[in-house]
């Protein structure tokens, strides 16, 4: 059976690094989004993509985030300058359309030191 | 607004005995209605949906849900709880007018042997 999937399933880095966190969707999903959660709470909606571009997005997806879909498998969440406070799980997600079943990665785990 | 709730944090039940996790939800429109499950340490995996149809929807791992429009709820039930189906349950809607799915905060579960 397909999946997503996501790379890689932890990550330590120092406050005011990048990161790029990466998935790769279901094949014939057409619809990608990120998530977050902290400390196995609520989850928390980042970011939908579309046809290459951003569809809608949270008030948590500021100027230091940005998603690309840099060829025609991955789908990547870049992270320019880290906080503390972006510590979290990542989850990616993909469907074929906004109101049928998402399907979500394992999650990237994400800490900031 | 658009809204789920899930009224309980945390839900406690002994081994054997029925379960219920309780979803309502505000939204315009015909409403997309989901439960997910997140085990310990794991991503969000799909346990069933109601779009249209018979109000008793029945999913993964012997769980049901039975959609009410009146009440605008969509509780998850299960006649005989396991203790591995101790994890976070999330309640999610979508409805035509948003691209993304509407997120409940989430309910622990904890099934007691």
């Known amino acids: 059976e397909p999946e997503v999937t996501q790379t890689p399933s932890h990550q330590v880095t120092q406050m005011g690094q990048e990161v790029i966190l990466r998935c790769v969707p279901i094949?014939?999903?057409?619809?990608f989004y990120w998530y977050r959660q902290i400390l196995g709470q609520k989850v928390e909606f980042l970011v939908s993509?579309?046809?290459?571009?951003?569809?809608?997005k949270s008030e948590i997806f500021d100027d230091q985030f940005s998603v690309e879909r840099p060829d025609g498998s991955n789908f990547t969440l870049k992270i320019r300058s880290t906080k503390l406070e972006d510590s979290a799980m990542y989850f990616c997600?993909?469907?074929?359309?906004?109101?049928?079943?998402?399907?979500f990665g394992p999650g990237t785990r994400l800490l900031v030191l | 607004a658009q809204s789920v709730a899930q009224p309980e944090d945390q839900v406690n039940v002994a081994e054997g005995n029925p379960l219920t996790v309780k979803c309502t939800y505000s939204?315009?429109?015909?409403?997309?209605l989901f439960w997910y499950v997140q085990y310990p340490n794991r991503g969000l995996q799909f346990l069933l949906k109601?779009?249209?149809?018979d109000n008793l929807v029945k999913g993964s791992y012997g769980f049901e849900a039975e959609f009410n429009k009146s009440q605008t709820s969509f509780h998850l039930k299960k006649p005989s709880a396991l203790v591995s189906d101790s994890a976070l349950y999330f309640c999610?809607?979508?409805?035509?007018?948003?691209?993304?799915?509407?997120w409940g905060l989430g309910t622990s579960l904890a099934v007691n042997p």
């Open positions: 997600a993909s469907t074929t359309w906004p109101g049928e079943t998402q399907y």
């Open positions: 094949s014939n999903h057409l619809y």
């Open positions: 993509f579309y046809n290459n571009e951003i569809s809608e």
């Open positions: 939204v315009s429109g015909n409403p997309y």
């Open positions: 109601y779009i249209t149809g």
């Open positions: 999610a809607v979508y409805a035509g007018n948003n691209r993304k799915l509407i």
